[in-house]
């Protein structure tokens, strides 16, 4: 048994860590037969002139992860391994021959139209870092362990307020559960839901990036037509559903509030059916002209209503924060067979939103942009109204950060946007929302004014009639 | 058609507000029939005694809820609303009445014993603190919106680094996906196995908080007894499963570490299968006398193992930060039908924590917190040793944050506990971590040691070795 020929210590790890990989080498090539006896600790240093404690670490390793075993009173052995073949290049790039580009890759353009930027001009970065500052010295201790599942009390207590005095909300703390965006909360809403629902209804058109969701869950999903006014209660009586996912404040992506009489019908239907309405309220505190409507959830009386909120249209997509808000039985259910969850957000994050409220930085700031996007939404209409023909069409307004146009044209959304792409404005399809878009339909296009300056506005929409038009349209 | 006696002009909202308030109301209970007239703006304002601009922003409101229409040239009518019972008390009491209390409550002990719980003493507040103001500056446009999905780019490749280096991963920026702890991670995988796979393998004993996620998801868990050096292959490979989950460096709870042989066994199987190994390696950075054993990750030749790590054990459990190395084919199949679900992670935290990776501060804080750990590893090691009697086993030690003490007694799990927490020290039951926890079983008892500071150790294992077998044992 001569080990001589194996060691080598050139290498620049410690000398047990070098010892260690190349008996285990050694012992997986085969070089050491299994059952072999390997030299006593005493042995083997003086054979390979390392000291006796660098033996012993190097065989304590090779023990516990099992490379060799020890027998008492007899020394140590090669354990049994099949034999491993390592591969003859271990780089990155030939393991892993055919892997797919991870990353988002998102172009820059001059104007990007879309309905979830916001504008930072006008983020509050002073208060929010003086905030982030008191946050870490006040609730230091935090970082020591995971915080309520369900988020941190005072931030949902101070949350709680905000909901019943802006939005009409019923609502204590105690139901809030602060989460990390929308297809989570669905997510985990899918959880909650699936021993007792199965078929899902949705807005047709509606969120894509909703539906998915409860496919992806398990869920039937079925449609349900708009009407002029909103989702169709007749067909939805019809459609066998129980749970509902629902915008009444700012039908996505149609833009219509769901008028009072039909709220009405749509709770009642839930009562009648013990079914669930899922109200993602995502816009709602951004209406223009006219006070916000009253939430669906403020007129539940059975329990019936779910609501999700964010932070991400008033303060930040970026915060990757949001709230839902359990109606009893669903809290019931959550807090006696869901509890393995921890909450998914920061601690140090929720403190800082819970002092940025509770200092009253949010109803300013959110005062602050609701004046900002009513100019910003007013300036994007009086574009359209003089740069874009007859043959362009604002199907919704005034709710939101984003309006719907429809343009009379035989190209498509996709044509649409390619065309507006090449001349640097990027404005986006609504053809998604639709799970079975009908044939005939003009195209419509998602216009969104939250991320493009006031300045732009007028600019970016001419460059768009322009791009689709033809320079003497945009004249 | 007499208005005045319903009007009210007192309350401090804005008189078009009180306005639309109170004619919604009217409205609602049938004081003004669906279908009756209103008066016109001019003769409302006349009547009200408040200006036309106030009474046509009033009607705008009504209008858009769908309390009133309008009809071209003949004036504005009370639309057909469902009577509605307004209840007498609106106050949160009356509505939620039997809700259940969400928060969590821990009532404070002196010692806590959590394998969780980490040490704040050493946490670098500093470095954290210019990291986060650092990341402000320099990524302030980050918070106009949504980030990469898998997470921020230059997080992911520092990352990947660090996973190469020091957890001898294969693995390239492109695999990682940043996410917010074990169970979303897992609620995630299960999607996206969910077409292929139902049956999942865990060891038994294993982690209760994982085998849920699974149960919810609709998928079968198959238990697969733990042998002396870690899960049963035979029973593996006889138990239906396609997907296992498994604590390779450090079994949970008990402690030992899967010795090679079996690491190559179970790429095999998985290999054959076509299965999935689910790696998760939640503290396998802590190792104390030898090295940290390298991950199963790292010998995988086939692309069948997820590995999930996290920052919470090295740094902070409330930050709520993790990440999932996904396999190419696993990675093929999120990026084609799985995009729809953004980064749920705060973009400003992960440029922080890229930030505080890539001055070298998270390379330091292991290597302080490995020694800290080490060192409160030996004082509990010997604490026990000096206080417990011969009828408490240390099952497990060496690696990780906690340790396993099996007691030879008739109490149960839950009486130990209820004897400690009566003399001010918290240390946690595993008897959930079976999904059939043999009848027969001594108790087992999970201490913890990263949240209790160092010159505690000795005192709050005497007197749990006192609340336990007396003041005689541990004298």
């Known amino acids: 048994m001569d080990f001589t020929p194996v060691l080598d210590f050139s290498g620049k790890e410690p000398l047990y860590q070098q010892l260690y990989r190349q008996i285990s080498l050694a012992i997986q090539g085969g070089t050491i037969a299994a059952g072999q006896r390997l030299p006593s600790i005493r042995q083997l240093a003086k054979l390979s002139g390392v000291g006796k404690i660098t033996v012993e670490a190097a065989y304590q390793q090779l023990l516990t992860e099992g490379y060799i075993t020890s027998r008492e009173r007899s020394g140590f052995f090669a354990a049994e391994i099949e034999v491993w073949v390592e591969p003859e290049d271990l780089s990155a790039a030939s393991l892993l021959p055919a892997l797919p580009d991870g990353r988002d890759n998102r172009e820059d353009v001059r104007y990007n139209f879309h309905g979830s930027v916001i504008d930072t001009r006008a983020f509050p970065y002073r208060e929010w870092r003086t905030c982030m500052l008191e946050a870490m010295d006040k609730y230091a201790d935090d970082f020591s362990f995971y915080g309520d599942r369900q988020g941190e009390w005072e931030l949902r207590q101070v949350l709680a307020g905000y909901l019943r005095r802006v939005r009409t909300l019923q609502c204590a703390p105690e139901q809030i559960v602060i989460g990390t965006g929308l297809q989570q909360a669905l997510s985990f ?6 021993d007792r629902h199965r078929v899902v209804a949705m807005e047709e058109p509606g969120y894509a990036d909703a539906r998915v969701v409860f496919v992806h869950h398990g869920f039937t999903v079925v449609s349900v037509p708009l009407q002029e006014d909103g989702l169709s209660i007749e067909s939805l009586e ?4 129980t749970v509902v996912y629902t915008t009444p404040a700012h039908q996505y992506p149609h833009g219509m509030v769901l008028p009072v009489a039909k709220r009405h019908q749509l709770l009642q239907w839930a009562r009648r059916v013990g079914g669930i309405v899922i109200e993602n309220d ?3 505190e951004f ?16 329990g019936t209503v779910v609501y999700i909120g964010n932070f991400s249209k008033a303060f930040s997509p970026a915060l990757r924060m949001d709230y839902t808000v359990l109606p009893a039985a669903l809290l019931q259910r959550y807090l006696s067979s869901y509890t393995a969850y921890p909450s998914p957000v920061c601690r140090h994050l929720q403190r800082t939103m ?9 109803d300013k700031h959110v005062r602050k942009m609701r004046t900002l996007y009513h100019r910003k939404h007013d300036l994007l209409l009086k574009a359209i109204h003089t740069h874009m023909p007859q043959a362009v069409r604002v199907l919704s307004h005034s709710v939101g950060l984003h309006m719907l146009l429809e343009v009379e ?28 878009r009908p044939v005939d339909l003009l195209p419509r296009i998602i216009v969104g004014f939250g991320g493009v300056e006031e300045a732009d506005l007028d600019e970016g929409v001419r460059i768009l009639a322009e791009a689709w038009f033809g320079a003497a349209a945009s004249a």
């Not at 809403?189 to 699936?194: N, Y």
């Not at 209406?287 to 059975?302: A, E, F, I, W």
């Open 189 to 194: 809403l899918c959880l909650l839901l699936a």
């Open 238 to 241: 019809k459609s066998g559903a």
């Open 282 to 284: 995502y816009d709602g």
């Open 287 to 302: 209406r223009y002209n006219v006070k916000p409507t009253p939430s669906l959830q403020g007129m539940d009386r059975d």
């Open 354 to 362: 819970q002092l940025f409220m509770q200092k009253g930085h949010w």
């Open 409 to 436: 044209t035989e190209r498509s959304e996709d044509e649409l946007i390619e065309q507006a792409l090449a001349a640097g404005v990027r404005v986006y399809a609504s053809g998604r929302s639709w799970a079975e």
